[in-house]
């Protein structure tokens, strides 16, 4: 189990940005495939983008490839999803999830993997 602490997050406008991330407390995350999910009100779960242990190709929901940027940062505790050209659609509260299936084409919540607190993004006039 990790203890996963996201920051980031709040209340822009359309075509604005913002920056998430998600620290393991005590872990380094190199080993492990980490993954940014999203919900919004009514809707399932979805899978956002996804950056793969040791490197490999991340993965991007189509509606947001292209806007947003996963990456991981030297220490390798932090995953952070960049966020630009934000548009109404994408508000949602944010998760991020360790350890998922991060595949070239496909990202999921398989089996048990520890969870973020959630953080709201809201993209709004």
């Known amino acids: 189990q990790f203890h996963l602490v996201q920051s980031g997050g709040g209340l822009v406008q359309p075509g604005e940005s913002l920056t998430l991330s998600c620290e393991a407390s005590?872990?380094?995350?190199?080993?492990?495939?980490v993954g940014w999910f999203r919900q919004a009100p009514g809707k399932e779960r979805e899978g956002v983008a996804c950056?793969?242990?040791?490197?490999?190709?991340?993965y991007y929901h189509h509606s947001v490839k292209g806007r947003f940027t996963i990456s991981r940062d030297n220490a390798q505790k932090t995953v952070s999803l960049q966020m630009n050209d934000l548009k109404p659609e994408d508000t949602a509260v944010y998760y991020c999830?360790?350890?998922?299936?991060?595949?070239?084409?496909?990202?999921?919540?398989?089996?048990?993997?520890?969870w973020g607190q959630g953080t709201q993004v809201t993209v709004s006039l």
């Open positions: 005590g872990y380094t995350l190199q080993r492990h495939n």
């Open positions: 999830a360790v350890p998922i299936r991060c595949n070239d084409d496909n990202m999921g919540a398989d089996g048990y993997p520890s």
């Open positions: 950056i793969p242990n040791y490197g490999g190709t991340s």
